[in-house]
T-cell receptor, first 114, second 110 residues
Framework: DGGITQSPKYLFRKEGQNVTLSCEQN?????MYWYRQDPGQGLRLIYY???????QKGDIAEGYSVSREKKESFPLTVTSAQKNPTAFYLC?????????????FGQGTRLTVV | AQSVSQHNHHVILSEAASLELGCNYS??????LFWYVQYPGQHLQLLLK??????LVKGIKGFEAEFIKSKFSFNLRKPSVQWSDTAEYFC????????FGAGTTVTVRA
């Protein structure tokens, strides 16, 4: 089945540790996105990537980093610099950025930092 | 910068009632507009989308939305809701990036 796979579903980390969230897609989409979802704030864009080896900061990129070495993979690292990392993280992909196309979402990873 | 505003944070209604969720956006260019839904425990999925053409768009599960350019609005409607419509609804606007509103939680009581 085609889709977006995020892993793990739940993740716990100690404060001060970096953690990497996985996102893989087999839809052959060029564009990929990372969002953070907090209650009452909707989805806020962290990073997005239009093509391999290229990515752009979204609205709340501070404390996060990404890489796009392969078309199908777009991992997100939550660094110790992120002041409030506990949240629900969603990965998405679309055929391309800036065109009339929809985004498809993964199931999300709930990160809890203790 | 583009932004999306959803008028209601939480809507509670009974089965068979009509639903309308407000969405306004601010963006100067050509807009692509979306409504996404997140059912409890499920991933976000597309309800409907508007790119061009007929401003009244129909989506899945009996939902429709009307794009009113002069009002920068893209309100979602359903004439008669069911208990299974209980979910969180997000309006989004996209061009080079996809921006979401804060979401509206809809609770339908049987």
């Amino acid at each position: 089945d085609g889709g977006i796979t995020q892993s793990p579903k739940y993740l716990f980390r100690k404060e001060g540790q970096n953690v990497t969230l996985s996102c893989e897609q087999n839809l052959n989409h060029d564009a990929m996105y990372w969002y953070r979802q907090d209650p009452g704030q909707g989805l806020r864009l962290i990073y997005y990537s239009q093509i391999v080896n290229d990515f752009q900061k979204g609205d709340i990129a501070e404390g996060y980093s990404v890489s796009r070495e392969k078309k199908e993979s777009f991992p997100l690292t939550v660094t110790s610099a992120q002041k409030n990392p506990t949240a629900f993280y969603l990965c998405a992909s679309s055929i391309a950025v800036g065109e009339d196309t929809e985004a498809f979402f993964g199931q999300g990873t709930r990160l809890t930092v203790v | 910068a583009q932004s999306v505003s959803q008028h209601n944070h939480h809507v509670i209604l009974s089965e068979a009632a009509s639903l309308e969720l407000g969405c306004n956006y601010s963006y100067g260019g050509t807009v692509n507009l979306f409504w996404y839904v997140q059912y409890p425990g499920q991933h976000l999925q597309l309800l409907l989308k508007y790119f061009s053409g007929d401003p009244l768009v129909k989506g899945i599960k009996g939902f429709e939305a009307e794009f009113i350019k002069s009002k920068f609005s893209f309100n979602l409607r359903k004439p008669s809701v069911q208990w299974s419509d209980t979910a969180e609804y997000f309006c989004a606007v996209g061009d080079y990036k996809l921006s979401f509103g804060a979401g509206t939680t809809v609770t339908v009581r049987a």
